[in-house]
Nanobody
Framework: QVQLLESGGGLVQAGGSLRLSCAASGRTFSTYIMGWFRQAPGKEREFVADISWSSSRTDYTDSVKGRFTISRDNAKNTVYLQMNSLKPEDTAVYYC?????????????WGQGTQVTVSS
């Protein structure tokens, strides 16, 4: 079993940056594809990015390409999401997830989420 705990959310002005972290417990962390999803008010949860266990492959939704970077440190059981050039439309609750395959719509494990608010 894997437990996920996100941190790093907050309020930032448009154009600013935030770095989200997701600390995982469990010895099987390194075997999972790890991802980030987000859910804006009144909208469905959507895929943001994911990364393979070896970090050799990353995948992003089109709206964040060139602005967000996903990374992981298997030694620390942590996955990160560096978010630059933030826009008001990036405002959402961001969730960390452990996936069994890339862009899996129903991840195996979810975190509790961290709020990101981008003011204009």
């Amino acid at each position: 079993q894997v437990q996920l705990l996100e941190s790093g959310g907050g309020l930032v002005q448009a154009g600013g940056s935030l770095r989200l972290s997701c600390a995982a417990s469990g010895r099987t962390f390194s075997t999972y594809i790890m991802g980030w999803f987000r859910q804006a008010p009144g909208k469905e949860r959507e895929f943001v990015a994911d990364i393979s266990w070896s970090s050799s492959r990353t995948d992003y939704t089109d709206s964040v390409k060139g602005r967000f970077t996903i990374s992981r440190d298997n030694a620390k059981n942590t996955v990160y999401l560096q978010m630059n050039s933030l826009k008001p439309e990036d405002t959402a609750v961001y969730y960390c997830a452990a996936l069994s395959y890339f862009r899996a719509p129903n991840p195996t494990y979810w975190g509790q989420g961290t709020q990101v608010t981008v003011s204009s």
